[in-house]
């Protein structure tokens, strides 16, 4: 299993403005997922974040917007930028430990854009 | 491309009473993995079961068993003795192989009535 926090759990965060959130693994792990939920909906994958490598992004997300880093092995940082009230949401960290088959998810963070 | 349906956008069910949740999924892919993640209001996701594709045998996990038809894709939740605690969003996932990803259904929202 593994344990997952993020950065921060909630913000409210002018338009135009970026925000950056954290993701912090208690194990290392080689893959880290970011999501998008609305409240009530279902997940969409944003990117994969692997370390070593640059993150890929699903259909519709790009780097200028979605900044991902992975400096290592146990922290990721997803960067929402010029941020609008479509990018109100919350925002997952998830990750698969090793050949566990398995997701695990943070908290999650819940960002609204006035 | 995989994509992953459940028809019940809405279920109850009444405490001790046993429910079902439905989920069908569409894949040409033979190695995969599926599961089922609860997530209560406001609080994080977790895993409640997983499925491999290539044992024929259902998983179950205490009052947690799955029903999985493969040549139907279809793949099925069961709750036995239905808790309060088991008010929560229920989301179907799929997963390739180790690819990690995976792609969820649209949710079902279960109530367990006292």
């Known amino acids: 299993s593994a344990v997952i926090s993020q950065k921060p759990s909630r913000d409210i965060c002018q338009r135009g403005t970026s925000l950056t959130i954290q993701c912090q693994v208690d194990s290392q792990v080689t893959m880290m997922f970011w999501y998008r939920q609305q409240p009530g909906q279902s997940l969409t994958l944003i990117a994969t974040?692997?370390?070593?490598?640059?993150?890929?992004?699903e259909s519709g997300f790009v780097i200028d917007k979605f900044p991902i880093s992975r400096p290592n092995l146990t922290f990721s940082t997803l960067t929402v930028s010029n941020m609008s009230p479509e990018d109100s949401s919350i925002y997952l960290c998830?990750?698969?430990?090793?050949?566990?088959?398995?997701?695990?998810f943070g908290p999650g963070t819940r960002l609204t854009v006035t | 491309a995989q994509t992953v349906t459940q028809s019940q956008p809405e279920m109850s069910v009444q405490e001790a009473e046993t429910v079902t949740l439905s989920c069908t999924y569409d894949?040409?892919?033979?190695?995969?993995?599926l599961f089922w993640y609860k997530q209560p209001p406001s609080r994080q996701m977790i895993l409640v079961i997983r499925?491999?594709?290539?044992?024929?045998q259902n998983a179950t996990e205490n009052r947690f068993s799955v029903n999985f038809q493969k040549a139907a894709k279809s793949f099925s939740l069961k709750i036995s003795d239905s808790q309060l605690g088991d008010t929560a969003m229920y989301f179907c996932a799929f997963m390739i192989g180790n690819a990690g990803k995976s792609t969820f259904g649209d949710g079902t929202t279960l109530t367990v009535k006292p």
């Open positions: 894949t040409s892919e033979s190695n995969y993995y």
């Open positions: 998830s990750v698969m430990p090793g050949q566990a088959y398995e997701q695990y």
């Open positions: 974040a692997n370390q070593g490598s640059e993150a890929t992004y």
């Open positions: 499925q491999e594709a290539y044992k024929q």
